[in-house]
């Protein structure tokens, strides 16, 4: 097979578990030319995805007629023989059965499915198994479908900087930023975009009050946009030397190469932290209690032995979604030893 397009046209989290995916089908199809359909706000990251050959950029279902006519034209233009859709749509079911793709396969959920000719049953909604091995077994079945062996991924990290690049990064951090290159850095992303619940801002406020005092640590209170406002307030509430707010960069893969400066991670479940985790850093996540949102569904794809996972720990299924039940003195010290394991031994 001379191309095939992969489809993971929505969030970065959800483009960032496709990626053990991609590894998978890149070694099992070496010459295979894999075309990724993405957001433009994914699109750097896709470009320099190691196992992605292309990128066409998709103008989105809430794009002018215009704009998704040029999407469909370009994948038109490929004349793809075949295309996985990792995301199961109405807009990309209907989008690639316009297209011509004669392969079309999908999980099979929601009505619209009928409009691949090839579909997987896997019940995602059960929240067995994580969600970068329901996209793996995926993978798994086109390639058992078009009869050619599975050569399985060598796993993590899943996408590397150069050391050179890494090195300069961390100097233009520690010159812009006024970070302290002699304590090891942990970034803390405290904003989730709405994307997942959330530990509130006493919860953080408590949280890194407790490592600042445990940990000799430089504190990166990273930010997007319409973060930027509550990073401050929170770095304002804490007033401590070694909690710098980061909330400049120079786009999505400017942001990957200082992730990849840092010593350790700590989020809720957003896309930051799934990016951190492609680069193999050590992670510790808060999760909702609920199945479909747990840590078992939502697992970041580093070293298993890399992540640590809190939720709140009830069996009323009224309150697994409530992130106040997580007691942050409670946690502390389990996440304070976790941390130290990958701090530089002095």
């Known amino acids: 097979m001379e191309k095939l397009l992969v489809v993971r046209n929505d969030k970065l989290g959800d483009f960032v578990l496709a990626w053990p995916a991609f590894a998978l089908l890149k070694a099992s199809m070496p010459k295979t030319r894999l075309i990724a359909l993405v957001p433009s706000y994914t699109a750097p990251l896709a470009r320099i995805c190691p196992y992605l050959d292309g990128v066409i950029v998709d103008a989105g279902r809430n794009a002018s ?33 316009k297209a011509h793709i004669p392969f079309r396969l999908a999980p099979a959920t ?25 996209n793996l077994d995926l993978a798994r079945y086109f390639l058992n479908l078009q009869n050619l062996e599975v050569v399985e991924p060598k796993g993590p990290p899943y996408l590397c900087f150069e050391q050179t690049e ?40 408590e949280l890194i009050k407790g490592l600042l005092d445990r940990l000799d640590v430089q504190i990166i209170l990273s930010a997007g946009p319409d973060e930027s406002q509550n990073a401050h307030a929170l770095a304002d509430s804490i007033g401590h030397p070694h909690i710098v707010v980061y ?100």
């Open 247 to 346: 909330d400049k960069n120079e786009g999505m893969v400017d942001f990957a190469r200082s992730l990849a400066c840092a010593h350790f991670f700590i989020s809720a479940a957003t896309g930051p932290l799934h990016l951190a985790s492609a680069l193999n850093v050590p992670t510790c996540a808060f999760y909702p209690a609920r199945a479909s949102a747990a840590p078992l569904r939502w697992q970041p794809i580093n070293d298993p032995s890399k992540h640590l996972a809190f939720m709140p720990q009830t069996t009323d299924t009224e309150q697994e979604m409530n992130m106040a039940l997580i007691e942050i003195p409670q946690i502390l010290d389990p996440l304070v030893a976790f941390i130290q394991q990958y701090l530089p031994q002095t």
């Open 65 to 97: 007629k215009k704009a998704k006519r040029e999407t469909l034209e370009q994948i038109r233009a490929q004349k793809f023989p075949a295309v996985i859709s990792f995301f199961s749509t109405s807009y990309n079911a209907f989008l690639l059965y």
């Open 166 to 205: 890494i090195l300069t990064q961390a100097d233009m951090l520690k010159r812009r930023w006024g970070l302290d290159s002699a304590k090891p850095w942990v970034v803390v992303h405290s904003g989730t975009g709405g994307s997942s619940p959330n530990l509130s801002f006493q919860q953080w406020t």
């Open 110 to 134: 929601k009505l619209i499915q009928f409009l691949y000719n090839h579909r997987l049953r896997q019940r995602r909604s059960l929240s067995i198994k994580p969600e970068f091995e329901y």
